[in-house]
Every structure is written in structure tokens, then in C-alpha cells.
């Protein structure tokens, strides 16, 4: 298994789906009651390939990726096999970027001395999507991809 299985409520939420995966595999809903009743690996081999399909398609539409602490603020940009960063770090005498109003702080405060901006690029071979999936068990969550962009533009100039 290259990711984590899904959990019940994400196999309940993808009911038809999953049905349609063992459909593709000849597999009926009566023939799949007797293979959880008497087959536990079988079992847990359909649910761990469906489970990785799933994750293998998500992570392949996700392009921006965002962490957020009090004080850092990690903006990840995924394409092309590559994940460019920005990554800002405040002083813990700033206002903790978790508040609502971050963005506007940090916009009027980007030049000060107590905000740190670092830049990098890390390309991948065939592991792009798996970095996605390390980034999200760290933390990460799917963004817009605006605030990277935004400070990206102001970065270049």
C-alpha cells in the first residue's frame, strides 16, 4: 500500500465508487459479502488497491498546498514534478499568523526585520505524489494557491 487506507465514513462517502471498482474486478455485491465473510486479506486488498486509486487521483489534481503555525507559514507550489517553497517565518513577538487577519499583518509588515522570507525548489522523479502525501500527514492543507501567488508576484519584484 503506497498511502493510507481510506476510512469507513471516505468508503461511505465513496459507496458508488467503490462498487464501480469491484464491478471492474467481476466482483458482485453478493460476491463480495462472502469474500468480507470468509476472506479477510482479499478483503483488505480490495480496500487497500481502491484506497490508493483514490489517493493517486486526488493527489494528482492537487496543485497548491498550505501549513500554517503561529509563527510559519509554509506555501508549497506541486507541478511539473517539482514543489517550489515559500516559507515565512515571524518572530514570536508577532502577531501568530493562525489569526483570521494574518494576511493583512503580514502584507504591511513583509519588509520588517522580524519577518523572514526564504525561497526553494525540490524536484521529483516519480514520487511527486507521495510528497503531497507526506506534506498533508505533516500538516498541509489544500489551498487556493492565492497567497502563494501573491507573495510570489511580490517576491519577483
Not at 478483503?43 to 492537487?62: A, C, P, R
Amino acid at each position: 500500500m503506497k498511502y493510507t487506507r481510506l476510512s469507513k465514513e471516505q468508503f461511505e462517502s465513496l459507496h458508488q465508487e467503490f462498487a464501480l471498482f469491484l464491478a471492474v474486478q467481476s466482483i458482485d455485491k453478493t460476491q463480495w459479502n462472502q469474500i468480507k465473510s470468509d476472506n479477510l486479506s482479499l478483503t483488505d486488498e480490495l480496500m487497500d488497491l481502491f484506497s490508493d486509486m483514490v489517493w493517486d487521483q486526488s493527489l494528482y489534481k492537487i496543485t497548491y498546498l498550505e501549513n500554517r503555525s503561529d509563527y510559519h507559514l509554509f506555501l508549497f507550489k506541486c507541478e511539473n514534478a517539482r514543489i517550489d517553497l515559500i516559507l515565512i517565518r515571524v518572530e514570536k513577538d508577532c502577531p501568530s499568523l493562525m489569526d483570521k487577519d494574518y494576511k493583512e499583518w503580514l502584507a504591511k509588515n513583509l519588509s520588517n526585520p522580524s519577518v523572514e522570507i526564504f525561497e526553494s525548489s525540490r524536484t521529483f522523479q516519480e514520487t511527486l505524489k507521495e510528497e503531497k502525501f507526506k506534506l498533508i500527514n505533516q500538516g498541509a492543507k489544500i489551498s487556493d494557491g492565492k497567497t502563494y501567488e501573491d507573495l510570489k508576484s511580490f517576491l519577483s519584484k
